[in-house]
Each structure stands twice: as C-alpha cells, then as structure tokens.
C-alpha cells in the first residue's frame, strides 16, 4: 500500500465533505429506525442457498435485510453475501430495459425496446427455428429461482433440453457418486448432520469462505462441542485453521489418501462391521481392492506423513458413526471426480454415517401441489439420446457439452435461452467456443439483473427484477424440517424490468402457449398452492415461513431394515452399474499432471464476501472486498521475484494472461501452488463497479478434465507463472 | 513470522493507512503559536528589565508582531476543522483533561493581553498608528492607562506566553496514541524553539546592530538548548515501548532520516549556530541568512512532528486491496 | 456506571464481514468508510500454522482518551455507560479524538464533517437488542452485555475461557474481548 494512493482517495472523500461540512450539519442526524419502518417477508436470492429473510425500509428506502428467525436454512442470521444482498436493489448498473441487438453493416449496437417488440422478436425466431430445424432445438441455461417458468415455456413449445451450470460445473460428481453408492444425492442444503458430528473431515471443501448458512452454522456448532475437525487443503483455509489435524495435501492426490484411510479402516477392523454386514455389498471386493493402498504409499503420492494418515483415520473411526467425511459442494477438479466422490461415499459407508446422527440424514420436503395447469407434452425423441450419447447415467443436461452442441453449422441446438447464469465465467475457459456458437446460434436470449458478460453474445437481453421487487416460486427444498418460504416484491420493480414469471408468461402468449400460463398474477398459484397444505398467501406475507411436521423418520432406527434405491438394494461399494458402463466398479487412483518447471497448481475458491462473480458489482460487497489477490508462498515469491501488494499477470502454459491482480505473500499456501477466489476479472465495462478488478481464473483453465462418468469440467488441473510488470 | 491483513477493505479517509488528519495548517499554526510565545516574552522582558535603551525595538515595536502572527496562525487552524460552522463549540464549555481545550482558553485570554501589550508601546513603537486610535473616542484615555499598566501588563504576558509555547507542545504529547509524540520533552522543545524563532524574527526586525548581535547571542543559546532538547526526546523515545522505539526509528535509520537530520536539524539549527557564531565573531555576510533558517527550521520542527506523530501508530494492518478502485464507489 | 462489553470468539470467527456490512446497513454508513472492520492474524511458518480472525471497532474504553482529549465534550460518554458517542451537534472536526484514539477506531463522517464511531448501536441497546453485528453473525461468535452483572454471559464467558483484549497496555481499559 503507497501512502501516495492513499491519499488520493483521502482528498476525494475530503474535498467531496469541505463545502457541506462549513454549511450543513446543523442538526445531528436522527438515531436509525425512528423513521416509517415497514417489514417484508424475503427468501434470498443471493445464494442457493436460500434463506427467508425480513427486509426493512425506513421511510420508503431500504435500510436492511435481516434473516428469518423461524428459518432453518439460517436460524435468523443471514451471510454475508444476504446481509449485502439489499444494495443488489439500488446497483446503479442494472439492466433497465429489453435490448434488442441491432446490426447496421459492420457496427452491432444494443437498441432499447418495448417487451412486446422483444417478445414478437424472440417468438418470430423461434418459429423459424422450429420450421427450419424442429421444435426441440432450444436449450435452456438457468442458474436462478425464476428458472422454472422459462422451462414450462420452452416445454410448451418442445424444447425439453435444460441444464444448470451447478450440475457439470460444481456439484454433479457427488450427486452421481452418492446416488450410485446410496441410491440418493446429497442434496441442497446438504443432508450433512454436521451439528451433531463428533469428527468432520473437509476435503478440498473450504466450508467458511463458501458461506452457505447452514453449513457454517452447523459446522461452528461441532466445533463448539468439540468435535475434531480435520481439512484436506494444499491451502490453510479458514476452516483448516479451526481444525486438529491440517493435512496439506500434494494437489490432486486426494483419491490416494481416501484409499489409505479405507486400507486402514479395512486392515485394522476399524470399520462399522455390523453396518457393513447388514446393508452394504461389494465389501470383499473392496478389502482387496485397497490392499497396495497403505499410508506408505499414499505418503510416496500425497506427501502426508504415514503416521499423520494413520492418525486421522484413528480419529474418524473413534467418533464414527457420528464421523462425517464431506462431500464437499463444488468437486469438478480433475475429471476422475466421480471416482473420487465415490471413494468419499464408500469412506462414509464404512463407517456407518449415512443414515445416523453427525453423518447423513433424510430429508422431507412439503408435498406441495403443482397448480392445475395443462402438462406440455412428453417430446417423441429425448434430446439427450441426441447430445449427451457418451454419458448415459446422467439424467441432466451437462451445460458443457450443449455448448458444444451449439456450435457450427451441424450443431443440434439453434436457440438459447440463458437465465441467470454467467456461462462465460461459469465454463471454464469457454470464451472462443461461446464466439463460435454465437455465430452458428440464431437466437440467443439473455435473462438478467445485471449485465453479465454473456449479454454480450445475446440478440435479446430481457431485464429481470430483482428478488426484493418480485414473488417467485415457494420455496420447498428436502431438508431436515419441511418448510416453505414466501418471496415476495418489497418494492415496485425499478425501470421496465420484470419478474421472471411475467416475462415467461408474456413470452408463452406471444407464442400462442398462453394455456400454459392459466392465471393473470403469479398471487394466485401461490395462494392456491398454499391453501392446498393449509396455509394462505395471506398468512405467509405475515410470517415468511412455515414449517411442516415429518412425516418420515430422520435416521434409521437401530437394527432397522433399510431398502436402498439402487439395483441391488443395498449400499454398493462395488458398483455394477458403473463396471457395466465401462467404468472402475471401484475408485481407482490416477496420479495428477505436476506442473512444468516454473508453473504452480492454479487453486481457486471462495470468499466470503462475493457469491462467484455475479456480486462482485454489489456496491456493499465490492466494498468489503473489491478485487481478489493471488496467494504466493513466500518461497515462490523470493523465486519469482515479486513481493507482495505488487501487480502481476497469471498465464497459463499456452500463454493465455489474466488481467492484473496483486500478490499476496502468505505462508497459507503449499509452495507448488497459488490460489485466488473466483469470479474477479469482469470484462464487461458496463459494470462499472467490477469492471477490470482482480483477475479471472476460468479464463487461464488450459486443461480442462471431462469426467467419462458424468461429463463435468475439471477445473484444477491447470497450471499458471506469475508474470511481472502489470503495473 | 506474523502476517496481519485486513480481510475487509478499510480505508477510511485521512485515517488510512497512517493519519493524515493534519497537514501544513497545524504546522503552521503551531509553529506561529510559538513564534507568538516567543514574541510576547521577549517584548515583555525587554520592558521589565529595562531594555529600553539597548533593544529598542523588542521594547517598543516587537509586541505589535504577535498579534498578527497569531491571527495567521488561529487563521491555518480554522482552515484545518472539518465542522468548521461549530467552532464556537470550543467556547460553550471548559474540559480540562483536553490540551486543545486548555489551548482554546489560553487563546482567549492571550488575544487582549497581547492587544493591551501591543497598546503600552504603540506611542513609542508606532506613533502613527497611536495618532490614529487616539481620533477614536476614549483612544488617548486607552493608551494613557496601558502605559500606566504596562508592568503588570507585561508582568502576566510572561507565564501566559510561556503557557501558549508548552501548550502546542503537550498539544501533540498528550495524544498518546501516536508513539512518536508520546514524551514530555516535546512541551520545553517548542517552547524553547519558539522563543528561538522569535529571536530569529527579532536579528531581522532590528534596527541596531548591537540589538542585532544581542539577538544573535541569545539566539544562539537556544539553539544549543534546542539541540540539547531534541536529543533528550530522542532518547526519551528510544528508551520506551515497543511502538516508541519503531517511531524513533523513523529518523534513526528509517524513512525519515534523510528529511530529519538534513532538512531539518542541519538547515535549520546547526548552519544557523554556525552562521550566527561567525557572525558574532565579525565575520560579515550572513546577516539575514541565519534568521531565516532559524525560522525555516522552527517551521520543519513542527511539520516534520505533526507527520512522524501521524505515521507512529499502535497497530499496523496490511492493506490487501487498491484502495482507488473503491473510488469507483463515489459518483 | 454501566459496563457494556463485546465478547468475541476467535475460536469460531471465520472472518466472513457479515458485521462490517450489518453495521453499514443497520447504521446508514456512508460508502468509503467503516465502522468496524475484520483483521487476520496468521503465526508461524507452512505447514505449522495458526490463522486468528479479529472483528475489530471502537473498543468503548472505560478510560478513553478520545473522550478526554475532545476540546467540545462532543465525545462522551451515554448516559452512565461506557458506551463512547460523538455529538454531532457540538463536533468542530479537530480530529484530536482521531489522533488520540489508539485502535483508529474513529472516523470523519462525510459529507457532513463530523467525527464519527461505533455506537455499540445503542440505539439498539437502548431497546433490550444486542448490536447489529453481533446480532447478524452466522457463527454466533460474538456476544454483547453488562460486564457488572456476574451471571450476564458475557461475565461467564471471561470468567471460564481465555481471552484477550487488544493494546491494554495503552491503559484506555478497552471493553472488546476476544476469547482464545
């Protein structure tokens, strides 16, 4: 930090208060609160995560956002990210008004339109498109809670292809390993019983600086009762500072230490015998399996030490069952990721946690009736039997691979519609193919609140309200206790944006699909879905929240006899399904690239502050945080040459530079490695905030890993150099 | 190895990352505070020890300096306030553990001693400016009384000047956050460098040359005590907490030692001493150079203390983030 | 006299800003300048290492030379509390209390050039509710309440697990804790 700099900031703010400061301040200002204070019930659409929260105005302007108390998902906290969320309302770079791209010769410009210009626009393509090609060839990209109605749309009039980015691009190996080795995913919120955990073990999974609430509430809570925590990080995360035993693990070697802990489960008859005996299959196999695999070994591959990998698998069987190994949220890192989850899933079977207190419990949501609205129809072909042929396990869209659809003359997909979602920054390194598919696309549709980068490539941009000014769907997750969330508009929409069921609907009538849509306010479904279990709209606007009772146990019952929804019925260690697909019936591990001399593991990850990179330009949240470093340790830093606070460019072996970004110098790093969080780096100079800060690291992702079982990018086996001189 | 970072970007103004709340006008107006001190104590010994004669112009015209010195200085501070409407608040009540309230008094009481000092020598000193307020009703009554009174007068000019000379010194020291002014010396210092300066500003005013010399000689004594002075608070500062060795390590070795011991002790006190020995001795040519430095280094004193003070701090916090991109947050 | 104290469990602190941002909510802070902020004290050399969070403000000292280095009385103490507040009203700006502040815990309010601070929210306080940060932690490691009161949690939480406060040896008596 130069003194210099600072004091250019100084004077800005120092000038800006010299005339006020001689005239006004006559009276001191009023304590907050004492104005017109007015409550409105919210569900959070900052995360995923989604709690119910309270939002405040004092005189008409929004003052705060506070969590629901009566809500699981936060217990009347909110994060960071929702506390912030307020000022996602008054962000001054929101998109207004829908655009329409105009090209006159060589200049493309983006002409502000009414929506019904849009919408006749956006229903004109289609038609063509299904006239020229079919009806099917529009895919959807969704990342928000307004997703669903663009999919009852676009369902309406035949396309059926879907994906969201959370799948191939974060949690869908674990979905796929637990449902494989379980029968049933994991879920969001995540069905992890941490509370009442005794051991916890987070591998790559950096639960407080990925700020989902109920995770960090839960995990906080174990660790004040003393649970032993133990994190598997080339990094000294925030939770590896909280935890016993820190294992700083050679990056991409995980699989090695998760077979050494099973050998030493198996070979020193630590694991749950009875809970083996009674509900899983494949178990011999298994012993023989991990046999080579001991802690010897696994230090040869992982650098951890015999004695510490011996210890930890000591500590995770004393607690167990109440041991959780996490299965971590965003696992898209080296393309054998389903293997790896597998391997967690099995460590968990092991040790009996699945089904039992601090392990993993079964969720219930609320049996909530779909408003009467006609069906779409069942497509004649599945779009996937088309696109997704090498991955015939998955059962949804794989956002990567429909990009890939997308391209070129011959492409199977000729329109998108894009909602909520950032695929630039979302796929990694996907820039030059999301170029090519713009030229081959002959609709691309934008759906936003901001603009993202990938209004850039969109023929239409349609402005989202945001979540404070609109009603979406309720909120009905599987989760511990049965609840639903009321969301609903604190205030009008700002400019001409729209929430998104108005524009679904509108769009479904300029179709000619208005049957689909058999109500004038979206007040109505949710009053009629809520009087179905009870309740009311009416209710709701009071409350926000409603929880339902139970009405299936949350863990087994001792001794109980269990039917698992997979082929054999039972929790399989040894997968058929996947030796009959081709794939390693057990976890295999494949020893990761290292990087070339001068290059260092590229990590990426979280911060508290931002939710990836769409909060970025969050006025309240660029605040706290508003570019990211790249973590250096010392000994790299002395060898590179660069000292910290400076600015450098991340580049990739095939020379691809990020923008600038500052080095951090910190021990908190393994030396073969550097780290910085995602979501930094915007390119699109209309959000003003963002615009240039910090670097992007899905831009530098030159080895990009598809996993053969569900076909989902891994991020982590890149490589970057530091480059000097980015004053 | 300890690495301390701020995880939130904190960059309040003038806060971060040192203290830059004061500049030049507190510089100034200390230093001119002093220079007032200075004065008002030289006119007013000058007098009682009959000096008549020998300084005649620290007798009868030195004493009209102070108030305008003062007035620029009390301007500098005014121009410094942030809230700059309520500075009546200084005088709506009295609090007496704050050195700047106990300043703000010692003001108020200075400001008509130092009118009615001005008004015992203005017939001697400035009989034209006497002719003029004796045409205003009660004038010539005025100045016959200050006359009458300028014993007593001059009698508590003395411990109250010497009061505003401590004072813009215990000012900083009281203010024991920044290590760097946290000694007692820095009192003594500016009083002593005050009534340096006001020697300085007497070599120029003079007319006579023995009154001159006499100036220099006192002058030079000062200087001596002055240098004698800063060492103490040096070592004063170098013999404390942790915080105060790092503030003194500024100037011993650290980023400051340049400006310090060459811009400052050197021009400032240590060619002046030499100068003003030849001068003494009769080595002509530096007649008006010696003074000035003096005065250019009473002015260093303070500005280089005001921003060392501002520097020392008790935590110091990495900053991780470019604080100019936070601009971007202003409209 | 009233002693209010913040209790803050370094422990369970991930250092997320969710107070710094409650606080500029709860509080109308202006952008560009905080109230409280979050510090990350890391020890030691890879792989042995220790990582401490530190939710940093105004630490409403029981002997603060903010408030007796304030020429105006404009710093002062809340009705018979420790609670440190600037009359707006009777503030000139002369920032002594910034300089005498050894937390630079103080801030100058802009555009109206007042000095300002953490409240302890006692606006808050004033109504039986604990400050906005602490009422907005995820992790429910900070803990607010009247250290004059043996059974308030805040005592019992001195009382049974280490702590800390931060530059006591500057003898202004901060009243933040953190436990350790």
């Known amino acids: 930090m130069q003194r210099r700099e600072f004091l250019k900031v100084s004077a800005l703010f120092g000038a800006s208060g010299f005339m006020p400061g001689l005239l006004g301040g006559c009276s001191p200002p009023p304590l907050p609160g004492t104005g017109e204070v007015r409550t409105t019930p919210t569900v959070c659409n900052i995360c995923f995560w989604q709690c119910a929260a309270t939002l405040y105005t004092e005189d008409g302007r929004p003052w705060k956002v506070v969590g629901n108390p009566a809500d699981p998902h936060c217990n009347g906290r909110l994060c960071t990210r929702g506390t912030g969320g307020i000022a996602s309302y008054s962000d001054p770079d929101r998109l207004k008004r829908p655009l329409i791209r105009v090209r006159q010769g060589n200049t493309q410009s983006f002409q502000p339109v009414s929506w019904d210009e849009a919408f006749a626009y956006i229903a004109g393509k289609m038609q063509t498109i299904a006239e020229r090609h079919g009806r099917d060839r529009i895919a959807l990209f969704s990342h928000g809670d307004g997703g669903g109605h663009f999919r009852r749309m676009l369902q309406a009039f035949g396309s059926h292809a879907y994906a969201h980015p959370s799948f191939a691009q974060c949690r869908g190996p674990r979905e796929m390993a637990f449902g494989l080795t379980f029968g049933e995913g994991v879920g969001s919120p995540d069905r992890t019983d941490m509370a009442d955990s005794r051991c916890i073990v987070l591998i790559g999974s950096h639960i407080g600086e990925n700020l989902h609430n109920g995770q960090v509430q839960t995990l906080t809570q174990a660790l004040e009762r003393g649970a032993t925590l133990i994190t598997v990080d080339p990094r000294f995360s925030v939770p590896a500072s909280k935890s016993r035993y820190w294992l700083p693990i050679k990056p991409g070697t995980d699989t090695a230490l998760l077979l050494a802990w099973m050998n030493v489960l198996i070979n020193e008859e630590l694991y749950d015998k009875d809970y083996v005996a009674k509900y899983c299959s494949g178990f011999e196999q298994l012993a023989e399996h991990v046999q080579p695999y001991n802690p010897e070994w696994a230090y040869l591959e992982t650098g951890l030490e015999a004695a510490q990998i011996r210890a930890t698998a000591h500590a995770m069987a004393e607690a167990a069952p109440a041991t959780l190994v996490h299965p971590g949220r965003h696992v898209t890192w080296y393309g054998d990721d389903t293997q790896r989850c597998r391997a967690i899933a099995i460590l968990n079977a092991l040790l009996g946690s699945w089904g039992r207190p601090g392990g993993f419990y079964a969720q219930e949501k609320v049996a909530l009736p779909e408003f009467p609205a006609p069906v779409p129809a069942k497509p004649k072909q599945d779009w996937k039997a088309e696109v997704q042929t090498r991955f015939p396990l998955v059962s949804t869209g794989i956002s990567n691979v429909m990009v890939d659809a997308s391209t070129g003359p011959d492409a199977f997909f000729k329109g998108w519609f894009v909602y909520a979602t950032n695929l630039t920054t979302t796929l990694p390194a996907v820039r030059e193919q999301l170029e090519r598919a713009a030229q081959s696309l002959e609709l691309v549709v934008v759906v936003d609140t901001m603009p993202a980068e990938i209004t850039g490539y969109a023929d239409v941009v349609l402005p989202e309200c945001t979540y404070l000014e609109r009603f979406d769907d309720l909120r009905n997750k599987a989760e511990r206790t049965p609840t639903l969330a009321l969301r609903m508009p604190a205030f009008k929409p700002s400019f001409d944006s729209k929430p998104a069921w108005w524009i679904a609907k509108g769009l479904a009538e300029k179709l000619g699909l208005g049957q689909y849509f058999p109500w004038q306010d979206y007040r109505e479904v949710l009053d009629w879905q809520l009087k179905q279990v009870g309740s009311s709209l009416a209710e709701m606007e009071q409350t926000g929240v409603k929880t339902f009772p139970r009405k299936t146990p949350v863990y087994f019952a001792a001794g109980e006899t269990i039917t698992f929804k997979t082929p054999s019925g039972r929790i399989e260690l040894y997968s058929q399904t996947l030796a009959d697909t081709g794939h390693d019936p057990l976890p295999r591990y494949v020893p990761p690239q290292r990087p070339p001399a001068g290059y260092f593991h590229l990590n990426y990850g979280r911060a508290a502050a931002h939710t990836f990179g769409r909060t970025i330009n969050n006025p309240l949240l660029f605040e706290l945080m508003p570019e990211n470093t790249v973590w250096v340790h010392p000994a790299a830093a002395g060898q590179l040459g660069v000292s910290n606070g400076e600015y450098v460019r991340l580049q990739n072996p095939d020379g691809v530079q990020s923008n600038r970004i500052r080095v951090r110098v910190t021990q908190r790093i393994r030396p073969d490695s550097v780290f910085l969080v995602h979501g930094f780096g915007h390119s699109e100079a209309r959000l003003r905030l963002a615009f240039g800060a910090g670097a992007d690291d899905a831009a530098l992702m030159h080895n990009v890993k598809i996993d053969p079982i569900m076909g989902g990018t891994g991020m982590r086996a890149s490589f970057v150099t530091l480059v000097r001189g980015a004053a | 190895m300890v690495e301390e970072v701020l995880v939130t970007a904190r960059f309040n103004a003038k806060v971060d990352p040192s203290l830059t709340i004061w500049s030049w006008e507190i510089a100034v107006y200390l230093f001119l505070g002093g220079l007032t001190a200075g004065i008002m104590c030289f006119a007013a010994w000058s007098l009682l020890a009959g000096k008549e004669k020998q300084l005649p112009f620290a007798h009868d015209r030195f004493a009209l300096w102070a108030p305008i010195v003062l007035s620029v200085g009390m301007t500098t501070l005014f121009l410094d306030l942030e809230h700059k409407l309520y500075v009546f608040r200084f005088y709506t009540g009295f609090q007496p553990a704050s050195p700047m309230s106990w300043g703000a008094w010692i003001l108020v009481l200075v400001y008509p001693l130092m009118v009615l000092q001005v008004l015992s020598t203005l017939r001697r000193g400035y009989p034209a400016l006497a002719d003029w307020i004796e045409k205003i009703a009660f004038g010539a009554g005025l100045l016959d009384s200050c006359e009458r009174w300028r014993r007593p007068i001059a009698w508590w000019v003395i411990p109250l000047a010497v009061g505003l000379g401590i004072y813009t010194g215990v000012l900083l020291s009281a203010l024991s956050a920044r290590p760097f002014w946290n000694s007692g010396v820095l009192g003594p210092l500016f009083l002593v460098s005050g009534l340096s300066t006001a020697s300085a500003l007497a070599i120029i005013g003079a007319g006579k040359s023995s009154e001159k010399h006499f100036f220099a000689r006192t002058d030079l004594t000062l200087i001596g005590v002055e240098l004698m002075l800063i060492a103490l608070f040096l070592i004063n500062l170098g013999t404390g907490t942790e915080q105060q060795l790092a503030a003194v390590h500024m100037v011993m070795g650290g980023t400051y030692t340049v400006p310090f011991w060459v811009w400052f002790v050197l021009p400032g006190l240590l060619i002046p001493l030499v100068l003003e020995a030849f001068e003494l001795r009769g080595i002509r040519g530096f007649a008006m150079i010696a003074p000035l430095l003096v005065l250019y280094g009473g002015f260093m004193l303070r500005y280089l203390t005001v921003e060392l003070g501002q520097l020392s701090r008790w935590t110091e916090y990495g900053i991780q983030f470019d604080p100019q991109l936070l601009m971007r947050l202003t409209p | ?180």
């Open chain 3, 1 to 180: 006299m009233i002693t209010y104290a913040m209790v803050i469990d370094t422990r369970t602190c991930i250092g997320c800003g969710d107070c710094v941002v409650a606080c500029k909510n709860e509080n109308g802070v202006p952008a560009g300048l905080n109230r409280d902020w979050v510090v990350e004290e890391t020890r030691g050399e890879y792989p042995h290492l220790s990582t401490e969070f530190r939710s940093e403000r105004c630490n409403h000292c029981s002997h603060a030379t903010c408030v007796t280095n304030c020429p105006t009385g404009a710093s002062h103490y809340w009705k018979d509390t420790n609670i440190v507040l600037v009359a707006a009203e009777k503030c000139t700006g002369c920032k002594a209390c910034i300089a005498a502040c050894p937390y630079d815990a103080r801030l100058i309010m802009h555009p109206d050039g007042y000095i300002d601070k953490c409240t302890f929210c006692h606006h808050r306080v004033d109504q039986g509710l604990d400050p906005a940060c602490v009422s907005s932690c995820p992790t429910h490691c900070m803990y607010f309440g009247v250290l004059d009161d043996a059974d308030s949690l805040v005592s019992r939480l001195l009382r049974t697990r280490d702590y800390k406060a931060l530059l006591v040896e500057t003898g202004n008596k901060p009243n933040v804790y953190y436990l350790v």
